[in-house]
T-cell receptor, first 112, second 114 residues
Framework: SQKIEQNSEALNIQEGKTATLTCNYTNYSPAYLQWYRQDPGRGPVFLLLIRENEKEKRKERLKVTFDTTLKQSLFHITASQPADSATYLCALGAGGGNKLTFGTGTQLKVEL | DVKVTQSSRYLVKRTGEKVFLECVQDMDHENMFWYRQDPGLGLRLIYFSYDVKMKEKGDIPEGYSVSREKKERFSLILESASTNQTSMYLC?????????????FGPGTRLTVL
């Protein structure tokens, strides 16, 4: 069955450092992969989408890579700030119907 | 800005009660989704709809039903609430794939079944 794995342990980093979160998947051939941010008690908010034929995508301090051979996406936040503290979810879609399968998310804590 | 609203932020119900969770979106999106989110299990799809009066089962439809009588409104129904349905319920909407694949979420309803 399809499986998406994100590190369940919280990631604690110091302000100003680069945070790197990992999303691995098996038994899936996604047409695209998305990253969402979720704050406590709120719904997820879309951040970035990367398609299967793209290696890398950037948006301000965010960078996403997508390796369909390794079946892995890396999500980077450069110059991290305490305001970046949240849970980050990856989601995969096969296309043609817009149904997504979500990972369980990784909690990021940026400390002063 | 896309806005997805849910009828309640917090809800407490008793076992056996019929529960209605309502979701409304204001962007004329075709697609709407209901998820539940539990610690360690992530977001799980309950039902989704691609059009008015149309519905498809997600990964965990048992114990739930849905209704989509109007394009902007998608309701989740718990016919007879049980304690294992205590969870955070999230509604989302999106436009067809050729426009965008992004899903827009509501704020969530935290349902407690006693």
């Amino acid at each position: 069955s399809q499986k998406i794995e994100q590190n369940s342990e919280a990631l604690n980093i110091q302000e100003g450092k680069t945070a790197t979160l990992t999303c691995n998947y098996t038994n899936y051939s996604p047409a695209y992969l998305q990253w969402y941010r979720q704050d406590p008690g709120r719904g997820p908010v879309f951040l970035l989408l990367i398609r299967e034929n793209e290696k890398e995508k950037r948006k301000e301090r965010l960078k996403v890579t997508f390796d369909t051979t390794l079946k892995q996406s890396l999500f980077h936040i450069t110059a991290s700030q305490p305001a970046d503290s949240a849970t980050y979810l990856c989601a995969l879609g096969a296309g043609g119907g817009n149904k997504l399968t979500f990972g369980t998310g990784t909690q990021l804590k940026v400390e002063l | 800005d896309v806005k997805v609203t849910q009828s309640s932020r917090y809800l407490v119900k008793r076992t056996g009660e019929k529960v209605f969770l309502e979701c409304v979106q204001d962007m004329d999106h075709e697609n709407m989704f209901w998820y539940r989110q539990d610690p360690g299990l992530g977001l799980r799809l309950i039902y989704f709809s691609y059009d008015v009066k149309m519905k498809e089962k997600g990964d965990i439809p048992e114990g739930y039903s849905v209704s989509r009588e109007k394009k902007e409104r998608f309701s989740l129904i718990l016919e007879s609430a049980s304690t294992n349905q205590t969870s955070m319920y999230l509604c989302a909407s999106s436009a067809p794939p050729e426009l965008t694949d992004t899903q827009y979420f509501g704020p969530g309803t935290r349902l407690t079944v006693l």
